[in-house]
């Protein structure tokens, strides 16, 4: 049996108001659910999935989607997104490449 997985309210509200931009600019460009989705490569059924806020959707698909219509994601442009990518990498290479906890030994002799 399949556990639901509860989203936080922060992310529950971020999904659902992206899902609404994607769709006020998708009809303010006068484009269809078709073309759209025509356009990032999915099927409608998932455009419509995304523009109700349904967070199982795959981050791609909306993360295309919202390029398409013209949804700034990130406050950098493209080059400075790469930079900001690069400096990313660069600091992930300073840190750990895996995070474990060791166990600690429960002596129990009372």
């Known amino acids: 049996m399949k556990t639901k997985h509860s ?22 460009k006068k484009i269809t659910t078709i073309e759209l989705a025509e356009r990032a490569g999915i099927f409608r059924s998932l455009l419509q999935r995304i523009e109700k806020g349904d967070p199982k959707c795959s981050i791609g ?8 219509v013209g949804i700034q994601l990130f ?10 990518i690069y ?12 995070i474990r906890h060791t166990k600690t030994e429960l002596i129990d002799d009372f």
């Open 61 to 68: 698909a909306v993360f295309e989607a919202a390029t398409i």
């Open 87 to 98: 400096r990313v990498e660069k600091q992930l290479t300073l840190l750990p490449q895996s």
């Open 7 to 28: 989203y936080s309210r922060y992310s529950s509200d971020a999904i659902y108001l992206l899902g609404k931009l994607i769709r006020a600019e998708r009809k303010q």
């Open 75 to 84: 406050n950098e442009g493209d080059n400075s997104l790469h930079k900001h």
